[in-house]
């Protein structure tokens, strides 16, 4: 099955401008990582638009909204966790938000608005990213209602087209 993509260095003008967005929505993480100069690369599919960091799919952007990948290692470690029980994988990984009684424990320090990475509690693995609905004080206080919204997850078209895409390049 061949996928339609393109793909495409970003002028600098362009590049910089993505950077600058980049890093109002990923805070200080990208600043910490891109200690280089970065090769940004485009790729358009029909779905959503893929920044290549360096050669890495990095960033995403589907309607609009910029968010960082499963596939971006230097973020996922530096990033902050919140871990789910293993009731809650199966849920997540179909995209479902986060609920208040699935959370197991928060790792890092972060502000309402601020990207997470979902982890399961057993294996420590990334299952998703989300936006988290609550300060960090509060976060923990909460007994139920949506406390991540989850914008990226393990299996979804993003991270089907990034598996294929590193396995052919």
Request: proline share 4%; glycine share 6%; net charge positive.
């Amino acid at each position: 099955m061949s996928e339609k993509f393109r793909r495409h260095f970003m002028k600098e003008k362009d590049a910089k401008a993505f950077l600058d967005k980049a890093k109002v929505k990923v805070g200080a993480y990208l600043e910490q990582i891109l200690k280089t100069k970065a090769n940004i690369e485009l790729i358009q599919t029909e779905f959503a638009e893929i920044y290549l960091i360096n050669g890495k799919p990095s960033m995403a952007e589907v309607a609009g909204n910029l968010f960082p990948t499963l596939a971006f290692k230097e973020f996922l470690l530096c990033a902050p966790k919140v871990f789910v029980d293993m009731g809650a994988i199966p849920h997540v990984c179909n995209g479902a938000n986060v609920m208040a009684p699935g959370i197991v424990r928060f790792e890092g320090k972060f502000r309402k608005g601020d990207f997470v990475v979902i982890i399961d509690e057993k294996h420590e693995k990334p299952l998703a990213i989300g936006k988290i609905t609550y300060d960090a004080d509060e976060a923990k206080t909460v007994a139920h209602g949506i406390v991540v919204e989850n914008i990226h997850f393990v299996g979804d078209k993003i991270w089907e087209f990034i598996k294929r895409f590193e396995a052919k390049y």
